[in-house]
């Protein structure tokens, strides 16, 4: 299959985006070597990149990207980091009585 610029063209205005917008075109599907290796085919330098044979072309719009952080709206519910190990333990003794179920062995 032989892809054209005009093709990507029109299938950005299929997608209803503005030739204005920010486009960006990336390659997933490929890896980075994170450790130093002597170069060769089996232990590349670090920092080398492996295209996949599955990898594919992904085309993003960064401009219509919405980005919105999700809202606490129960002020007693409370992100597990930020709860103290006192009421981490409370509430797993309050769920397993509720259940019937123990952790315990006898």
Do not use: C
């Amino acid at each position: 299959m032989k892809f054209t610029q005009e093709d990507l063209w029109e299938t950005i205005q299929t997608l209803g985006w503005d030739t204005n917008d920010d486009i960006h075109i990336e390659i997933a599907g490929t890896s980075v070597y994170a450790i130093d290796g002597a170069g060769t085919k089996w232990a590349p330098k670090k920092g080398t990149r492996k295209y996949n044979k599955d990898a594919f072309i992904v085309i993003k719009n960064r401009s219509r990207e919405t980005f919105a952080p999700s809202i606490n709206d129960d002020p007693e519910r409370l992100a597990h980091h930020l709860k103290s190990k006192l009421e981490t333990v409370r509430e797993s003794v309050d769920s397993e009585e509720s259940t019937g179920q123990s952790s315990a062995t006898s």
